[in-house]
Nanobody, 115 residues
């Protein structure tokens, strides 16, 4: 059973930056495309960024130009660099495969953008 552990969230002011990290318990990233998802209170979980095994990236329009996803297959890590953060980016962030069947969700990491 693969486990995913997200970290790096926190409280940041609008315009600030955070870097999220996702660690897998065993090597999967070299095989699958991975994504970062977020879920705000009262809203559905949404995919905001994805990266293929070859490193091709795609972003939701809401984060394009501000967020950058990257991966280190040797370390079983996926990252999300978030710049120019906005209050509407406030959510719990999770990593997972970009397509079903998904891995069991980790705990996520909370990102709060507020002055």
């Amino acid at each position: 059973q693969v486990q995913l552990v997200e970290s790096g969230g926190g409280l940041v002011q609008p315009g600030g930056s955070l870097r999220l990290s996702c660690a897998a318990s065993r090597s999967i990233f070299s095989i699958y495309a991975m994504g970062w998802y977020r879920q705000a209170p009262g809203k559905q979980r949404e995919l905001v960024a994805r990266i293929t095994a070859a490193g091709i990236t795609n972003y939701a329009d809401s984060v394009k130009g501000r967020f950058t996803i990257s991966r280190d297959n040797a370390k079983n890590m996926v990252y999300l660099q978030m710049n120019s953060l906005k209050p509407e980016d406030t959510a719990r962030y999770y990593c997972n495969k970009d397509l079903p069947p998904l891995i069991s969700w980790g705990q996520g990491t909370q990102v709060t953008v507020s002055s």
